[in-house]
Every structure is written in C-alpha cells, then in structure tokens.
C-alpha cells in the first residue's frame, strides 16, 4: 500500500476539501473578495512599475544638458552659433542643436512628434539608436525613423514613402529607413525624426536656429559644475540638466502613486479587518467540530493541518486568481482602472500599452501582505481552539 | 484487570472560582470482557468517570491504569493516541457531525490513521451492514432519525476494534424497542469479547441481565450494590 504519511495527508486535504465544498457559497464568497484585493495590489504594482521602467527609458534617452533660449520667461528658436560660444568650456564632449515640435496631421487627425537632429556621435552611440528595432537613423536628406504609431495611423507598410505639409501646404515627401522600438513606445510611439535640416525645412524654421542644444559631457559628474558654467556663458539661456529632470519626473509619479497607494492600504485595511474578525472567533459550529475532532482521536496537529489546507487552498486560489487578473488587466486592457491615477498622459495616449515588469520579491511581498495574515488568522484560532482539552463535546445537553 | 482506578479525584477548573469537584476518591476495576454499569443521578459524575476511563483527560490525582497504561504519566498527544487504539466511545450526545455524510462520520476516526478511502469504505460497509443502517450511507448525518443515528455513533466507536466500549447514556433519545434493541447489540459486542461500560440511571440498561456489575455514583462517590 502507499506511504501511509502520504496517505494522511491526502486524507486531510480531501477532508478539506470536501468540507470547503459543503459550504461552497460562504467560501466563494471569501475568495472573491480576496482576489479583488489582490487584483488591485497587482494591478497597482504591475502598472507603477511598468511606468517606472518607462521613466527610466525615458531618463536614458534624455540629453545630460539641455539649453533653451527664454524670452520674458517663453522659450523660443535659439541661435545654433551659440554653441560656439562654449568651446572654452572644459568638460563639453559635443553640442548638437535640435529642432522639435507637434505636427497635427489633417489626414489622420493625429498630433505627431517631430524631432531633428543630425546623428551624434557618428551614430552607433547615439541614445535614439538604441531604441530602433529595424533600420538605421536618417543619414541623408529626406529620410526619416518613425514611431510605432505614426508608422500605423500613416498606412505604411511595403511602401515606405510619404509625405507631410509644409506651412505653405507643397509637399515634403519622406522615405523611412527606420521603425523604433516597441518597448520605448512611451517616448517614442508618435515620433518622426528627421534630419536638422529636414525638420527645419518642415517647419519653415529660419537657418542657423533650432530649438533647443543638447549638451553631452566627457564626465557625467561634472554635469553641474558644466550646467553652471554654460548658464554663466550663455545669459538669458535656461540650462536643464538630467539630475532635475529626473528629480521633477520622480516627484509627479511619486505624488501620484502616493495617492494611490493611500486608496491600496484603505482595500488592505478592510482585509485585515476581514481576516482579523476571523481571527478572533471560531463560530460555535466550528469549536465543536474541533472538539469532535479530538475526542475521536485526532491530535491537535491534525485539526490544524486541515485548517492550514483551508486557509492555504482559499488564499492561493484568491492570490493567483487576483495575480492573474491584474496581469491580464494590464497587458490585455491597458489598466484602464489605474493608468488615469497614476500617469497623466494616459488621456493624451489613450492606446498606451504596458508591457508589465514582473519582479519575484514584489509577488512574494504581496503574498506576505495577503495570504500569510489569511494563513495565520485560519490556523491560529483553531490551534487555540484544539489545544484546549476536549471535554466539552462529553457532556450532555 | 483491563481498567484499574485507584482513589481517583477529578476536579474541574482547579483554583478558579468556578472549582467543580466532580469525582472524590473514587476505585474501581473491571476485568476484560465484562460489562459493568454506572448508575446515577444527574451532575453525579458520571460522564467525568467515563471521560477518565476513555482516556479524555488525565485525572487530577490518583491512579488510573487502562489497558496497561497509565494515564496521569501521558502527555495530551499521547492519550490521544491511547485512546484511539483502545476506546470506542458512545457519547451522551453522540457527537456526529451532521453536515457530513454517515459513512463519513463513520470513518472521521481512521483519517488521521493514513488508511486510504477504499479500505475506510470497506470496514464502514461491514459495520453499516451489521447495523442495519448501509441504506443510509450516502445521507447527511443531519438528516436521519434519532435510532439511526445512535447506530452512526456505536459504528463509529467500533470502527476501530476496540477492546473496550464506554456508553454514555445511550438509550436517553431512544424509546423501548430501540432501547432494547441496543442492549442485544451490547449483549453482541460482550460476546465477541469486549469490555464494555454504560453509564445510565434508565432502567432498562440499569436492570439488563447481561450486566456482570452495577455501580451506584453519587456527587462523584462510587457505592456498589
Ligand atoms: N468541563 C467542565 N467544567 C466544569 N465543570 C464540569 C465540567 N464537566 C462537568 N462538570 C461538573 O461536574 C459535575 C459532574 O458532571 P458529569 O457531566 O460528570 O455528570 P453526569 O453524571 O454525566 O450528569 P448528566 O447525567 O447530566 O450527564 C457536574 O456538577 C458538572 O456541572
Ligand atoms: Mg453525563
């Protein structure tokens, strides 16, 4: 015969089991509940750490200095010969002038991004490189590498020619030697990058200007110690470096998960008031069985591995019920719940899609948070219960 | 001497204000094979002896030896596991649990055991059949009358041949038919060699002629008559 050990156990998860099935309702009841807490956990820590990631992309691609020319407090078009004027500086590797703005498109009535810039750093270091999933960034006129999104809404496929209006409505006639990434679609779904001259010519910007030069130094730690001798050099100019950048975007997506989170712990309060008032009482149905239990010879241990098979079948079917659900949330609806609370772009882009990070620790913090107290407020009530002596169920009534 | 109790005392709740002391002194042996009765009125500790002798609890002072061990040197994981080998208790309120089916209270007792179903099934269909009750195997416990439901609690007490069977008031739901009725099962079991021990102030198991002796229990003090 089996392995009698392995026997008993089976014979306490069926027990369990079965008793679970008896009052189906009560507990079906318990795991939805449950897995709507765990739903929103999930989906909360998929989608802020999806955005995380993103800002993270997008901090990568952002220029360690960026100059931009203020007039009574606007920015405007700013002189490339500027970057002359920093040649003294020690510490400047390169200054690229680059012009970006919203190109709205009557035919597909959607707001694109346009930016031009001639290749940095002969290219292969170039950052916008990195994120390109097919081709090579435009190196001769008319050429351009285009977004997920502007690739799909302008109708191209085989044929990868196009053209856009120039402010006097004659054409200007692209031809793509490039798609980006997927994954950098955050920044770069609705991008159309051309070449300086190019993007001036669109434009109708003036030669010799652009709208803002980004500045890479030789040494990331000197990037202040350089911003404060640019903005020396340069008066009337407004010197963005990485650093506050990253501080600005880190306070937004801090104060909004903040507020989010504040609603997340109000759902896991309401679960650990749950699990508490479970904790604090076995109904007397439930002390009876225990000591039914007992009498006819189970040992305290064995009325709690059933309770422990209880809590444990109830709780992991909430948690993957609930992880599951939030993944599918996420990657298959766009976190339509979260996306509004926790990244303002979301209304600008509506068919923003995460692709959601999964981090272990981040799973087992949450089941730690849910399914642990859920454990304990099963077990720990019945071990009370069951290491008290059994005389009770002797006597008559 | 299968049961041995010597100047037993048992006291509830000791040292709280509501100290009960059900047994004072109380000494008793019953040879194997024997079927013995505790008569007695209400609250005079009845059930406190047979929860001693069933191995429930320790007493609080004396000695007591069942089925050669003694219980006051166990500890509680032991004298459950004692007490599953060697008792096979009938109780006062029979103790079924009414959402499971017969043949699962039945077999409650084998579950921590690692018997596998099919052999729980057998052993309960063989004690349903000799019962009478195999037509209600599949019923919640709940749902069947009071003189099949007995029949469920003595199943279950015999389920695992135990050498002795304690009853505790077992025919105080019953009428005479059913009454009469388990005293020839008890007559059975006698026969087959158990060691058996009623505890009742009905007349009917009280003046039942298989009884080899009859105990009178006042406010937890033997006297034999
Ligand atoms: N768990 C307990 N805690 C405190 N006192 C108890 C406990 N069980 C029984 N008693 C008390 O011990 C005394 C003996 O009780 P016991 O149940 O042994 O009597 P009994 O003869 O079985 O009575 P009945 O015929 O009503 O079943 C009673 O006074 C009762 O109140
Ligand atoms: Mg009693």
Known sequence: MANPLLERQINFLDYTLSSLWRKRYKNLAVVVVFAVVIFLLASFQLVSNGLLERAQTALVMAPEILIQKMTAGRQESIPIAYAERLHDIFGIRQVVPRVWGYYFDEVTLANYTVIGRDQVGGGTDDQLAQVLSEGRLPTAANETVLGQAVFRTKGLQEQRIFSLFRPDLSLKTLTVTGLFKKESNLLTDDLIVLSLADARDLFGLPDGLASDLMVTVANPREISTVAKKISEALPGTRVLTRPQIEKTYHMIFGWRSGFASVCLLAALAAFFIFAWDKASGLAPDEKREIAILKILGWQTADVLVVRFWEGAVISLAAYLLGCTAAYIHVVFFGSTLFLPVLAGWSVIRPDLHLLPAIHLADLLLLFCLTVMPYLTATVVPAWRCASLPSDTALQGG | ?225
Request: charged share 20%; hydrophobic share 45%.
């Open chain 2, 1 to 225: 001497m299968l049961i041995e109790l010597e100047a037993i005392t048992k006291i509830y709740n000791q040292g709280q204000a509501n100290e009960v002391q059900a047994l004072h002194d109380v000494s008793l042996q019953v040879a194997k094979g024997n079927m013995i009765c505790l008569r007695g009125a209400s609250g005079s500790g009845k059930s406190t002896l047979l929860g001693i002798i069933g191995c429930v609890f320790p007493p609080t002072r004396g000695r007591a030896v069942i089925a050669g061990k003694q219980l006051a040197r166990l500890p509680d994981r032991f004298l459950t596991l004692h007490r599953r080998e060697t008792i096979g208790f009938i109780f006062q309120r029979f103790n079924i649990l009414p959402a499971l089916t017969v043949l699962d209270n039945i077999t409650l007792p084998l579950l921590p055991l690692g018997m596998s179903p099919r052999q729980r099934k057998q052993r309960a269909r063989v004690l349903m059949e000799q019962l009478a009750i195999q037509h209600r195997e599949k019923f919640p416990a709940g749902q069947i009358s009071g003189g099949e439901l007995q029949r469920v609690a003595i199943a279950r007490a015999l389920i695992n041949d135990p050498p002795i069977i304690l009853a505790d008031e077992p025919t105080a739901h019953l009428d005479s038919r059913l009454s009469r009725e388990f005293m020839t099962i008890m007559d059975n079991l006698k026969a087959a060699g158990k060691t058996i021990v009623l505890a009742s102030h009905d007349p009917l198991v009280t003046d039942h002629p298989g009884l080899d002796q009859i105990l009178d229990i006042r406010d937890g003090s033997l006297h034999v008559s």
